[in-house]
């Protein structure tokens, strides 16, 4: 019965693509056949050390590979599905793109570690949004390689002012010393993921990888579904 009901609703208001806005079909799932096919890729993964997201990394973390997903353009379909991860409580659409760019990146070194570590909100923020972007992400990753998503390893101890409207030397200390890992033994030579949303100059996720580039033997690589032009 209650199939029936949800096949009437979706008769008379059928669930549209975060993209374009258009019908979707039965068989489609946030994002239509057509915008899918149309994402902007970086192919940054094709070279990790040398690409557009890992340059922002470039004499500050040493020895990172680094890649995102999709290039984030204002206006695009990008900036829509990133909006409704964020804003608009569709933590699915982080799985989704997750277990998507852990299938591209399958047979990569990115998919050879041994745990994946999500770049933590303060906790009032998560309340606030019921769940954190970047986890979801890390789990469709996690889904798709079969490696554990460590949650509570990364802790964010300072709940940090909007960065949007700061420079890049203000970002930077803003963020200083913001995340703490409580127990840091249990990284000791890992190969560890750190997964953001968006990389933008770097700040967060370099005030993260801080702490974890002190652990003995730890290898870093970053990953974000998009990267800010
Ligand atoms: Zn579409």
Known sequence: MR???HDFISLLFPPTCIGCGMPLYANEEYLCT????KLPVTNCHLHPEQNEAAKHFWGRLQD???????????KSSVERILYELKYNNKPEIGI???KKYGEILQNTDFARIDAILPVPLHSKKKRKRGYNQ?????QGLAHAWNVPVMEDCLIRTKHT??????NRIERYENMKEAFTIPYPLQLEHKHVLLVDDVLTTGATIEACAAPL???EG???????????K
């Open 96 to 98: 989704l793109l997750g």
């Open 213 to 215: 580039l002190k652990i």
């Open 64 to 74: 990172v590979q680094a890649a995102s997903y999709l290039y984030f353009n204002p």
């Open 3 to 5: 199939q029936v009901f």
């Open 34 to 37: 057509f915008c899918w096919y």
């Open 218 to 228: 730890l290898r870093l690589s970053i990953l974000t579904l998009a990267l800010a």
């Open 161 to 166: 002012t909007s960065q949007t409207r700061k």
């Open 134 to 138: 970047s986890s979801c992400i890390a």
